[in-house]
């Protein structure tokens, strides 16, 4: 699906699948230091359903539309790829925090949630050791680039993040500037969302080999939503969309299952 050329929806690099479905449009939001191309192996195999993607600001293709610093600007984003058709909204890590913040927001343009280890740093028990914290420190000492490649390292290991080729790494480092506004957007400002408040179906996800942070977090989302439910995509990682695309495909057919008829 990402091969294709994408439409540019005020600035976003926007991808969106061939399929005429009877099911709602499904919108999947990549968190900081990825991009939808990452979705590509899960959306391949829900091709019946009718998936768009975006590259959100200061990654991918909108790696020139600027980048936004607050929660609500990252609000903006997503529903304005949602346009006029309410849909399923979807999101990993912080892109699950931007789709719970949209549904709380606009409960009639999202009508449920998937939220895969969507972070909640907030929380008092959130570890301030995190990969973000690695790159906060990186920042103030050399530079938003620095801040994307130590990211970078704590996501995937120093080995895997030497491997890859050199064009690929200078073009992660230069979306340190997006990392840094994600960072600042979950870290100032208001709590992102209240579950309790949010009035469309959840399901929290997290997967198996991740830390005790993100199981905890899907846990205590899964009951905070008066709608919320809990599954686990067992052996997978944080970033599970990538490394058990079958799973996350199932993933996203059990939300897409929540929308009421």
Known sequence: M?????????GLAVYRGPAESDHPTVVLVHGSMDRAAAFRKAARLVRDLDITLYDRRGYGRSVHAGTVDTIEGLVDDVLTVVGDRPSVVIGHSLGGVIALSAAQRAPRRVLAVGAFEAPMAWRPWWPRTSAGGAAREAADSEGPEAAAEQFMRRLVGDARWEDLPEGTRRDRRSEGRALLADLKAMQSGPVPFDGS?????????????????????????????????????????????YTHPADFAEFIRRVVGQVPE
């Open 197 to 241: 408040r949010i009035a469309v179906p959840v399901v929290a996800g997290y997967g198996t080999a991740t830390s005790e942070r993100h199981r905890r977090a899907a846990g205590e989302l899964a009951a905070d939503v008066a709608t919320g439910e809990l599954i686990t995509i067992e052996g997978a990682p944080h970033n599970a969309h």
């Open 2 to 10: 990402t091969s294709l050329k994408p439409d540019h929806v005020d």
